[in-house]
């Protein structure tokens, strides 16, 4: 089985550009999870999906981060304009029903260095 | 929100048994415990989780305090290849998870 699938793998900015990242959950997958992680910190949730609504979207800034997932399947996370804090690894996750008891899968992450 | 506490770091010998401590005193009858792994410049892995009962799997075993408030990750015979961050962490409204710090564990020949 396929696992959760994320490009790019590392990006590299300059503060006020913007840019995208792409996630394609496991398949059959209902729910999918963007995470921010920050050098040194635990994974941080940025917005819950399932299917194509937005279930959780409280710690989206959302002033300059935007997700969709237009088809219930990928999903694309988008910042514009990049700040210098934004620099992290940005993480994928996908799950089945998304409930309680419901298991999580990772993706690889894409490394965002914001100069 | 249920919170964790794990310690920092831990050290293991290599084919000992690595025991890793969470408490979460203020775990909810509903809340499940799961544990992840996160590898240097990985995404986190998941391990296992469990309510109430105990649960073991081909990775690790997991054993819950029959009061709930604490929990054991053990990784019977610990290889080189399990020095990891791990991550205790309970699932709270809609699946949702919160990570903490975590446990940077690792793993001595």
């Known amino acids: 089985e396929a696992g959760v699938a994320q490009s790019p793998r590392y990006k590299i900015i300059e503060k006020r550009q913007s840019v995208a990242f792409w996630c394609n959950p496991i398949?059959?997958?209902?729910?999918l999870y963007w995470y921010q992680q920050i050098l040194g910190q635990g994974p941080k949730l940025l917005i819950q999906?399932?299917?194509?609504?937005?279930?959780?979207d409280s710690q989206l800034p959302k002033d300059r981060f935007s997700a969709e997932r237009l088809k219930g399947v990928d999903s694309t996370l988008k910042i514009q304009p990049a700040k210098l804090e934004d620099s992290a690894v940005y993480l994928c996750?996908?799950?089945?029903?998304?409930?309680?008891?419901?298991?999580?899968?990772f993706g690889p992450g894409t490394r965002l260095t914001v100069l | 929100d249920a919170k964790t506490t794990q310690p920092p770091s831990m050290d293991c010998a290599e084919g000992r048994a690595a025991n890793l401590p969470c408490n979460h005193s203020?775990?909810?009858?509903?809340?499940?415990v799961y544990w992840y792994r996160q590898i240097h410049s990985q995404g986190p892995q998941y391990i296992i989780h469990?309510?109430?009962n105990n649960e073991t799997n081909e990775m690790a075993s997991l054993i819950i305090t029959e009061d709930r408030k604490s929990s054991t990750l053990i990784l019977p015979h610990a290889t080189l290849r399990d020095t990891a961050v791990y991550y205790c962490?309970?699932?709270?409204?809609?699946?949702?998870?919160?990570f903490g710090q975590g446990t940077e564990l690792s793993v001595k020949p």
């Open positions: 469990g309510l109430k």
């Open positions: 999906f399932q299917n194509n609504g937005v279930v959780d």
């Open positions: 398949s059959g997958h209902a729910t």
């Open positions: 962490i309970v699932d709270s409204a809609r699946g949702k998870l919160i």
């Open positions: 996750a996908s799950s089945l029903g998304g409930g309680k008891g419901d298991t999580q899968y």
């Open positions: 203020t775990i909810s009858g509903n809340e499940y």
